[in-house]
């Protein structure tokens, strides 16, 4: 079955530089989401996207920002990055059950390292 | 506002055992869902089990069970049959629907490593 799919696995950027993160949903999903983990933490929500319309806010940064496209797909943009940036970012999507709670699967990950 | 709870940071079980590692949870909303995954050293997040907060039986998946005590406000993941490759960390978290037509995060707890032990 078709997993979330997120690139790259691996960045390394500088500090002050920009990067951009992609993630393809599980195909029908209808939301997705932006989680960012630190080192030894547990994953922070970012921002999430119903129907490509932004429907929930985390403790995203002001220097980050996401879009989701007409394909489902969605970047997170990161500019002015900083060492404390250094982190496992994932995107997960999730499928209108009809439940309490849609299950929610997650990417693989995506490793950014801000040297 | 939701909050998950994991007070074991680290367990050990020996293989072939049972271990159930504890998540209490604190909502007051009535309708929430609770779910238990697993992060093995590599990264990935893999999903384990999902419990809904009006489902009446405890969920099962293979060697996973969770055990839902809903007046405790507890949603305790027992795995049997422990094996090696079950060493990793181990989240607990939950979900409360929203009321528009966006839908709510995850709120994790802090986790627990778990050691399988040959």
């Known amino acids: 079955a078709a997993g979330v799919i997120q690139s790259p696995r691996h960045l390394i950027k500088e500090k002050r530089e920009t990067a951009t993160l992609k993630c393809y949903p599980i195909p029908r999903h209808d939301t997705v989401y932006w989680y960012q983990q630190g080192p030894g933490q547990d994953p922070q929500f970012l921002i999430s996207f119903y129907e490509k319309m932004q429907s929930d806010k985390g403790s995203i940064p002001d220097r980050f920002s996401a879009q989701q496209f007409s394909d489902y797909h969605s970047e997170l943009n990161m500019s002015s990055l900083e060492l404390g940036d250094s982190a496992l970012y994932f995107c997960a999507s999730s499928h209108p059950t009809g439940k309490t709670g849609n299950t929610i699967y997650f990417g693989e990950g995506s490793w950014l390292t801000v040297v | 506002a939701q909050k998950i709870t994991q007070t074991q940071p680290g367990m050990f079980v020996q293989e072939k055992e049972a271990v159930t590692l504890d998540c209490t949870y604190d909502?007051?909303?009535?309708?929430?869902?609770l779910f238990w995954y697993k992060q093995p050293s590599s990264g990935e997040m893999i999903f384990l089990i999902y419990?809904?907060?009006?489902?009446?039986q405890n969920a099962t998946e293979g060697r996973y069970s969770l055990n839902f005590q809903k007046a405790r406000k507890s949603a305790n993941l027992v795995i049997s049959a422990s094996q090696l490759g079950d060493s990793a960390m181990y989240f607990c978290a939950m979900r409360v629907p929203s009321m528009d037509t966006g839908r709510r995060a995850l709120t994790f707890g802090s986790g627990t490593r778990l050691q399988v032990q040959p």
């Open positions: 419990q809904g907060s009006y489902d009446q």
């Open positions: 909502t007051s909303d009535p309708s929430y869902g």
